[in-house]
T-cell receptor, first 111, second 114 residues
């Protein structure tokens, strides 16, 4: 079946640098996407979302980019901080309004 | 965003027993879901908890193993029945609006079956 996947399982960045986490999706009918952050021992935390009629959306230190042509989603974190260390999941809202989650990327921030 | 409380936060259970996990939301929500997250993996949807009717299960999950209740718009339970070590996972409650946008999660229940 169609699924959401990620390019990199682990991303290590220096504190203060920008981070880019990527996600590929295959369901062209998906019209809504969410990025979640999951810290150890906690549930996923909503970060930012984007609808398919948008290419870019910005939040506080985070930006989500959507490229529908190549079915690619990315999360950019500016000035990465140690508190950003976590696993990040993308999710797509496709058929039946069900969320399908990607495999997750672990972000490690080096001091 | 809604405040979601899950109980218990963790438990260690003997194989063959059952555990019921509770999910309480501080406001009425349209959609409630239950997910499983196996160690080091992503989230898999178990079922949609429907108020006043039987839950809608995803492929690979059945009511006899994971009975779900949703008596009102703020509360749901998931039971993991006749547990085996393979059921050791984090179980997560999620709430959302009708279109399943702005979906939020509880803290999860970390279950270990021995």
């Amino acid at each position: 079946g169609e699924s959401v996947g990620l390019h990199l399982p682990t991303l290590s960045v220096q504190e203060g640098d920008n981070s880019i986490i990527n996600c590929a999706y295959s369901n062209s009918a998906s019209d809504y996407f969410i990025w979640y952050k999951q810290e150890s021992g906690k549930g996923p935390q909503f970060i930012i979302d984007i609808r398919s009629n948008m290419d870019k959306r910005q939040g506080q230190r985070v930006t989500v980019l959507l490229n529908k042509t190549v079915k690619h989603l990315s999360l950019q974190i500016a000035a990465t901080q140690p508190g950003d260390s976590a696993v990040y999941f993308c999710a797509e809202n496709g058929a039946g309004n069900m969320l399908t989650f990607g495999g997750g990327t672990r972000l490690m921030v080096k001091p | 965003s809604a405040v979601i409380s899950q109980k218990p936060s963790r438990d260690i259970c003997q194989r063959g027993t059952s555990l019921t996990i509770q999910c309480q939301v501080d406001s009425q929500v349209t959609m409630m879901f239950w997910y499983r997250q196996q160690p080091g993996q992503s989230l898999t949807l178990i079922a949609t908890a429907n108020q006043g009717s039987e839950a809608t299960y995803e492929s690979g999950f059945v009511i006899d193993k994971f009975p779900i209740s949703r008596p009102n718009l703020t509360f749901s339970t998931l039971t993991v029945s006749n547990m085996s070590p393979e059921d050791s996972s984090i179980y997560l409650c999620s709430v959302a609006n009708r279109l399943n946008t702005e979906a939020f999660f509880g803290q999860g229940t970390r279950l270990t079956v021995v």
